[in-house]
């Protein structure tokens, strides 16, 4: 069975860093791609990041770009490092797996990231 468990969550201070991690396991993830997700209280959830199965490449919503970075190991581990981090980041925050159609078909849970000014 396909599970993915994040963790890393916490409260941060505004400029501060965390970093997210995704546990994934029930199958072999290399093959597909990966990628983070947000949502806050009342609104829909959004994208934040995305790395291809061999890691080669990546992909950042234009909100974290310079800030967030994507990685994976080779042990279906996947990261979300967030630096220089603000208010506006408070969320809860989901990794995903993607499958060849395109469809972000796997879901975490989340882990709560709160960023305070």
């Known amino acids: 069975q396909v599970h993915l468990e994040e963790s890393g969550g916490g409260l941060v201070q505004a400029g501060g860093s965390l970093r997210l991690s995704c546990a994934a396991s029930g199958r072999t993830f290399s093959d597909l791609d990966m990628g983070w997700f947000r949502q806050s209280p009342g609104k829909e959830r959004e994208f934040v990041a995305a790395i291809s199965g061999r890691g080669a490449t990546t992909r950042y919503a234009d909100s974290v770009k310079g800030r967030f970075t994507i990685s994976r190991d080779t042990a279906n581990m996947l990261f979300l490092q967030m630096s220089s981090l603000k208010p506006e980041d408070t969320a809860v925050y989901s990794c995903?797996?993607?499958?060849?159609?395109?469809?972000?078909?796997?879901w975490g849970q989340g882990t709560q990231v709160t960023v305070s000014s």
């Open positions: 995903a797996a993607q499958t060849a159609a395109g469809t972000w078909v796997f």
